[in-house]
């Protein structure tokens, strides 16, 4: 017995024995903050020792290290991860985003077009951890449109790719146009190789497209993804439409239901309009069934798209219950009628405005307490006034476009503060719900961040609660205006934003991706086949009937 308690009190000694503080044990220490962990629930004074960038200890016992960061009166949380982020991949992008906590920005509602490149320009070279899905937009365009587009292009890209998809008829193809079998069956083989590639998913603005993307499209390119056991992510169709037939809320369902169909992780892009409440409890109830799947939002009542958008049309802008007057010109920061619409529109139907919806009022404070609806800032592509892209260098007062590119973030913290919502919820909001969702959606680099944990990557976010706060507005020269209270932010353990000021040089970003595949996955779409998978032995039925033209 005697011996029984002294191998008891050696093992005892072993799991409370302090962690070792000789000289710097640690590259950076940030001590005397309050450590939050949405994943385990710890709130409490801590310190932490980061090494080789990852967080190596989290305690109460005194450390040193060759960095040290005093985050008395500070919330030290994982840093912010956002999936819908058409401002990744340029560095003035990165930067606001580093200004409001975010260390991990991907596309996964727009996307990327050749994966594999877009990934090797970013490698070694990168502030943040970067990531992207294929583009299903993209790869219309270049199957519909003939456009080449050879070299790697994402969300900064957009703009002129669609004033470029008018040229010649004047129809953007990628939008309006439905797809025969051999299109469809190009643009499939093109999203596969992409996933082959490496891609997270696959990103699609069907809303965008809804005129063009026919329902059995809309399924294959739900089940390129979904062979590989990926993610599909997506602006649904008929999105803000508040009247039957075509309320908005089926343009959700009809993805859900591919995305069950095929067991496939799945997240709805920005679920903040009318019959977002339907929706969530739709993927509630799924995930109480043991499905992956979630929602997205942002914390601002007003929306911006380009000009010529479909669902913006005279045409169509009813169906949301809205008109001309609820547009703003981010240039002018005025609102707008249907002349100037007329004029610009014929002149740039790029053109991005800012279009507001009263409605969004009331359900803004909602939104912050509902369960893994993660925060995701749709952040717009960095131009400024005259269109021209922005660089690292380049002011925050140039930036021209929706305030959310550099305020999202902040703005749940302060919102959550100004309505009493728990502080938890809303971190966990921004940085956990998200890395769970897409870890077990087999992203590894996911499996490891968006936690406080020992043995997590060293992506943090330091902030004062009672004052970090957006200052990004509507009026021209405050679009870009950078988010205060938060003076660290620290990405794979590099500091990166040092006393509120974005550290320049320094490269940490990691790649967030799958490893290429040798092979590919798709067998092309036939009348034939098809058929006879549903157990039809004399298929005779046109191109047609499965929802393709015969051009």
């Known amino acids: 017995m005697q011996r029984t308690w002294r191998t008891l009190g050696l093992v005892i000694a072993l799991l409370v024995a302090p962690v070792e503080t000789s000289g710097a044990d640690f590259d950076v220490v940030i001590l005397n903050g309050r450590v939050m962990d949405p994943e385990t629930k710890l709130d409490a004074p801590r310190h932490v020792g980061i090494r080789n960038g990852r967080i190596a200890a989290i305690t109460e016992q005194s450390i040193e290290g060759a960095e040290t960061i005093d985050a008395t009166g500070h919330v030290v949380t994982a840093g912010f991860i956002d999936t819908h982020h058409h401002g990744a991949g ?133 089940k390129v993804a979904a062979n590989y056991g990926r993610l599909y992510a997506s602006h649904v169709r008929l999105l803000g439409n508040a009247n039957p037939p075509t309320e908005a809320t089926l343009g959700a369902f009809e993805q859900i239901a591919n995305g069950v169909a095929l067991n496939q992780p799945l997240v709805l892009s920005h679920n903040n309009n009318f019959g977002w409440w339907e929706v969530e409890e739709h993927l509630q109830l799924l995930r109480g069934q043991g499905y992956n799947v979630w929602s997205e939002y942002y914390p601002y009542t007003c929306g911006s798209s380009t000009i010529g958008s479909e669902f913006i049309k005279p045409d169509s802008i009813g169906e949301m219950g809205l008109d ?64 021209r892209a922005l660089g690292w260098d380049d002011p925050y007062e140039a930036y021209n476009g929706h305030p959310r590119t550099a305020g999202t973030h902040a703005k749940t913290l302060r919102l959550a503060r100004e309505h009493g ?77 040092r006393d509120s000021k974005v550290v320049d040089g320094v490269l940490p970003g990691q790649p967030i991706r799958f490893d290429p595949e040798p092979k590919g ?31």
């Open 421 to 497: 919502v728990s502080l938890m919820q809303v971190l966990a909001q921004n940085s956990y719900w998200a890395a769970k969702h897409l870890g077990d959606a087999g992203i590894e680099a996911m499996k490891v961040r968006g936690r406080m944990r020992e043995g997590m990557v060293a992506d943090i976010v330091v902030f004062d609660p009672d004052t970090v706060t957006d200052n990004a507005g509507y009026k021209a020269g405050s679009n870009g205006l950078p988010s205060t209270g938060i003076p660290y932010v620290l990405v794979h353990g590099s500091v990166m934003v």
């Open 521 to 551: 996955r798709f067998t092309p779409l036939e009348r034939e086949s098809y058929l006879e998978r549903l157990g039809v032995t004399n298929p005779s039925l046109h191109d047609e009937a499965l929802g393709a033209t015969t051009e």
């Open 324 to 387: 001309y007057s609820n547009l703003i010109d981010p240039r002018s920061g005025e609102k707008m009628n249907r002349e100037i619409y007329d004029r610009i529109v014929a002149e740039d139907p790029a053109y991005i405005i800012i279009l507001c919806l009263p409605q969004r009022e009331p359900w803004l404070p909602m939104w912050l307490e509902v369960p893994h609806m993660t925060v995701a800032g749709d952040q717009m592509p960095p131009v400024d006034a005259e269109g």
């Open 90 to 222: 340029n560095l003035w992008g990165v930067k606001v985003g580093l200004r409001d906590g975010v260390t991990s920005p991907m596309d996964l509602e727009l996307g990327t077009i050749n994966v594999d490149a877009w990934y090797a320009e970013r490698e070694g070279r990168w502030p943040v951890n970067f990531g992207a899905a294929a583009s299903h937009e993209f790869h219309r365009m270049r199957v519909l449109d003939g456009m080449p587009l050879e070299s790697p292009a994402d969300g900064n890209d957009f703009a002129k790719l669609r004033n470029a998809s008018y040229e010649g008829d004047d129809t953007p193809d990628w939008a309006v146009t439905r797809a025969s079998l051999d299109q469809l069956n190009a643009m499939l083989a093109n999203l596969d190789e992409e996933l082959r590639a490496g891609a997270i998913g696959v990103a699609s603005t069907t809303g965008y497209m809804a005129k063009g993307v026919t329902t059995l499209e809309l399924f294959n390119v739900q």
